[in-house]
């Protein structure tokens, strides 16, 4: 046994080195195949090697020298036709050359845009019109930078301009339905491209992400609060012990009593989520149920039918509704569906192999399209391609 | 003063050269031995990362970044800068995988004064040759044959020296919190 961790051990060392045969990469290969706590081994191992070569070559880098040669070459800005002679002056021999063809993308931004991604520097999200459907059939478009006041039997619904639609009870608000009285309904429809407020009748505020549909009562009366969601939503619900709160969402519900939490229910996602940031909330599903605390997220597997639970930064979850894409380690597979909802623009890949590579950044939604294109674009092999509101996903081409 | 990457965004945006200064300050060396760990060239690497900074002033590339996503950004159009040079040249970046190169950022980019104190300290207790041979091994990758060589020792030597010398590096550094985290996530794993 002690041999064959020394020959491993042998083999990962010279693997870190560069110096390893191919057999000893199949052996690492076979290694780690054993057993999945072998690829922790392996970062472990590679953590430590890492943190000492780095540590002992740390003082070998001069940054005072590297100070100084950088502030000097730096052109100040307004000097743009010296940057040629500049970058060239940088670099030698083939670093140079290849540096070059990789630079001309900077040089000439504008004309790469024109051509690339035509129109994206138009394109923001968060503009769409939202959609009210009354209880009798008719569909009001509201547009976001307008204000109302709408009567309804017990219920005046203001909008305003930040705070979106607000449904205020005319009497004491969680009183008994009188006698006969039918439950009213109203659904709000947020379209790709669109982002909304609401507060319903209880004082519960709900943040609605894009192509998300809300269905609530304009007035909740009875044992319990009930509303339906497909989409996004961020809840803050009102307490009130007495009346529970429940939200149903594809193959998901979830009941509390005073709490804020995040659903992700979409229909064309593969998974339902629920995250709680404050309170308690029990999270039930067809093949069983799950009670999370602050910082836990209940994921339903719609097609392998299984609730699981996990602990996430919930910050990083609910970031959208405070204007921020937020994403860490994230597919580009699924950063797209996220552009593709809030943009509405739709992507395609020519490339398949790119749709795993991951990205980790913080962009705030208020930037164009064509801000994350670049970003993608600047920040890994994918190269960004725009047409009709199209974006062509493919790999770049190497020099 | 300490600056953050706030600050620094804003000094940089603002168009003050000293925005650079503190940005080098803080992010220099840790992207240089990134780099420097595809490139094998610690010169080379200094030039890759230069060229960096250089075009992320000159093209305002700072503009459009949230400060949450300053490092990342950095290490990335590092990582990029010396792919293309390794495809250039006929090195396939492609095989090195997502993972392992999570590591190296990770570690390159909470890499400070303190930690390469550590680090030494650590090396500095291991006996002298059992350090020379780590140090050949981890530091300046020669293998184990040529280690032996290097030293006029048998293979076997080197093999013990660097089990031991490896585990006493880990029990020294484990007192690290983030390593600690790492070590959590393991269990009682042991090489031995």
Not at chain 1, 122 to 137: A, E, K, R, V, Y
Not at chain 1, 333 to 346: G, H, M, S
């Amino acid at each position: 046994m002690k041999k064959k961790y020394d020959e491993i051990y042998r083999s990962l060392l010279e693997f870190w080195g560069g110096k390893f045969s191919s057999r000893q990469e199949e052996d690492i290969a076979a290694w780690l195949k054993e057993e999945p706590a072998n690829e922790k081994r392996l970062k472990q191992l590679f953590r430590l090697l890492y943190r000492v070569s780095y540590a002992e070559k740390y003082n070998r880098i001069n940054l005072t020298r590297a100070e100084e040669k950088i502030l000097s070459r730096l052109p100040m800005r307004e000097k743009r036709g010296r940057r040629i002679s500049q970058r060239l002056y940088l670099w030698s021999g083939a670093v140079a050359a290849c540096l070059l063809l990789f630079s001309t993308m900077f040089w000439f931004p504008e004309k790469q845009e024109y051509i690339e991604k035509n129109g994206a520097s138009q394109i923001l999200g968060g503009h769409s019109d939202i959609t009210l459907l009354l209880d009798n059939g008719k569909r009001m478009v509201i547009h976001k930078d307008s204000s109302f006041v709408l009567k309804m039997d017990r219920v005046s619904v203001e909008h305003s301009v930040g705070a979106g639609l607000c449904y205020m009870a005319k009497e004491d608000s969680l009183s008994g339905r009188v006698f006969g009285e039918a439950v009213e309904y109203n659904t709000l429809i947020v379209p790709r491209g669109g982002e909304y407020i609401l507060t319903l009748s209880d004082g519960t505020k709900v943040w609605l992400n894009s192509e998300t549909e809300l269905k609530y009562p304009v007035r909740f009366t009875g044992a319990t609060r009930e509303v339906e969601i497909v989409g996004e939503g961020y809840f803050e619900v009102a307490k009130n012990e007495a009346c529970p709160f429940i939200v149903h969402a594809k193959d998901l519900d979830m009941k509390v009593l005073g709490t804020s939490f995040n659903v992700m229910a979409y229909r064309d996602e593969n998974v339902s989520v629920v995250t709680l940031e404050t309170g308690k909330v029990q999270v039930n599903a067809a093949t069983g149920r799950e009670m999370l605390s602050p910082g836990w997220q209940a994921v339903w597997d719609i097609e392998g039918k299984s609730l699981m639970k996990q602990q996430v930064p919930v910050n990083l979850i609910v970031s959208w509704k405070s204007g921020m894409f937020d994403f860490v380690n994230m597919p580009l597979e699924q950063l797209v569906k996220q552009l593709t909802r809030w943009y509405d623009v739709e992507f395609s890949f020519t490339d398949e192999a790119i749709r795993a590579i991951r990205f980790t950044g913080a962009v705030e939604r208020a930037q164009s399209l064509k801000f994350m294109l670049d970003f993608i674009e600047m920040t890994s092999n994918v190269k960004c391609r725009m047409e009709n509101k199209m974006v062509y996903l493919d790999k770049k081409l190497s020099l | 003063m300490i600056h953050d990457d706030a600050d620094i965004l804003r000094m940089l945006k603002s168009g003050e050269r000293d925005g650079m200064k503190f940005l080098l300050r803080r992010y220099y060396r840790s992207l240089v031995l990134f780099v420097d760990g595809f490139m094998h060239n610690l010169s080379e690497s200094e030039d890759i990362v230069q060229e960096q900074f250089i075009k992320l002033w000159e093209n305002r590339l700072f503009d459009g970044i949230h400060a949450k996503a300053l490092s990342t950004y950095l290490f990335t159009i590092s990582r990029n800068a010396c792919f293309n040079i390794l495809e250039h040249r006929g090195i396939q970046t492609e095989r090195i995988s997502p993972s392992h190169l999570d590591i190296a950022f990770h570690e390159a980019e909470r890499l400070d004064e303190r930690t390469v104190q550590l680090v030494r300290e650590a090396l500095n207790k291991l006996p002298q040759r059992m350090r020379e041979i780590v140090y050949s091994v981890v530091c300046e990758n020669y293998s184990y044959a040529e280690t032996a060589e290097r030293f006029g020792i048998s293979i076997n030597t080197v093999k013990t020296s660097l089990r031991k010398g490896m585990k006493q590096l880990r029990d020294d550094l484990g007192d690290r919190k983030d390593l600690l985290v790492f070590l959590f996530l393991l269990g009682n794993f042991s090489f031995d």
